[in-house]
């Protein structure tokens, strides 16, 4: 019984140490500094490790960065979550969604960082991590625009990957805004993001039209 508490408590200390880790990595990312920059003995020092200490939880940097992507995705994902259970209380889709977005990129700028810069990064590992973890959030959008409309599944998945297409670009320049900039940027993006749902809405009926005259 001894052993199975002192097993369970290693393994409960090996967790924190190792998002320990994962935190002390993002802590170092930057506008100057991304993730190809870091080094192992950085980031063990920030956490509080020795250097040689990292290899118990992760096997190289590169295992460490496929984690960070991980928690990234999940973070995206809990935010579309909250965006729906706003929108569920009688809120406005679009300026909800634009909105949870934003507060996102406020209180994650680091996650957001590292999903914009490895997406087009050297490594094709992270590149496929991350293009993966998006294609986890447009996944999420689709479902929720087949509930609450009536087009056909492929008009909704084209749909939300122009939405979040758009979306990700209007981030990219939202890190660096000022207040004032990023209202107007909020704005403009309800403002692009509606054209697309209508867009959508308009060539879905044009086509029915079409069909019912056939």
């Known amino acids: 019984m001894k052993n199975i508490k002192t097993g369970g408590v290693r393994a409960q200390q090996k967790e924190r140490t190792r998002r320990t880790l994962i935190e002390a990595a993002f802590n170092q990312l930057n506008a100057e500094q991304g993730f190809a920059s870091l080094s ?5 020092r920030e956490a509080g490790i020795a250097a040689t200490s990292f290899y118990r939880h992760f096997r190289d940097m590169d295992e460490l960065g496929l984690a960070m992507v991980d928690e990234s995705g999940l973070t995206l994902r809990q935010l579309l979550r909250q965006a729906r259970k706003r929108i569920e209380k009688g809120g406005s889709v679009l300026q909800t969604s634009v909105t949870t977005f934003i507060e996102f990129i406020d209180r994650n700028p680091k996650v957001f960082l590292l999903l914009l810069r490895e997406k087009a990064g050297t490594s094709s590992a992270f590149r496929s991590a991350i293009a993966r973890e998006i294609q986890h959030f447009i996944v999420e959008l689709v479902d929720y625009l087949d509930n609450a409309n009536q087009m056909p599944h492929h008009y909704n998945e ?14 990219a320049e939202a890190i660096d805004f000022d207040i004032v900039q990023r209202q107007k940027l909020i704005e403009d993006l309800i403002f692009q993001l509606r054209m697309v749902s209508r867009g959508a809405y308009y060539l879905y009926h044009k086509e029915q039209i079409k069909k019912d005259n056939c």
Request: aromatic letters at 6%.
């Open 158 to 171: 084209a749909q939300a990957e122009a939405m979040v297409t758009i979306a990700f670009n209007a981030g």
């Open 40 to 44: 192992l003995r950085e980031v063990a």
